[in-house]
Nanobody
């Protein structure tokens, strides 16, 4: 059972930056592909970014391309989401997720992930 704990959320003004972290309990973290999702009030949970087991491949939703960066440090069992140029429409609860992944694979679908964190709130004021 992989436990995931997000941190780094908060309130920021439009144009500002935040860095989310997701710490995993699993020593075999490097075998897990990771993803960040978000869910705004009244909306479905959507993929934001994903990263392969080694970090060599990444995926971004069109809405965050050029503004957000996903990365990971396997030695620290941690995945990050650097969020720059934040907009009010980025306001949501952000979740990290993990799946035991094939080398080099990216997973975009919510149903593909087996483990989820509890979420961290990001609020961007205009």
């Amino acid at each position: 059972q992989v436990q995931l704990v997000e941190s780094g959320g908060g309130l920021v003004q439009a144009g500002g930056s935040l860095r989310l972290s997701c710490a995993a309990s699993e020593r075999t973290f490097s075998r897990y592909a990771m993803g960040w999702f978000r869910q705004a009030p009244g909306k479905e949970r959507d993929i934001v970014a994903a990263i392969s087991t080694s970090g060599g491949r990444t995926y971004y939703a069109d809405s965050v391309k050029g503004r957000f960066t996903i990365s990971r440090t396997n030695a620290k069992y941690t995945v990050y989401l650097q969020m720059n140029s934040l907009k009010p429409e980025d306001t949501a609860v952000y979740y990290c997720a993990a799946v035991r992944g094939a080398v080099g694979a990216i997973y975009r679908g919510e149903s593909q992930y087996d483990y989820w964190g509890q979420g961290t709130q990001v609020t961007v004021s205009s």
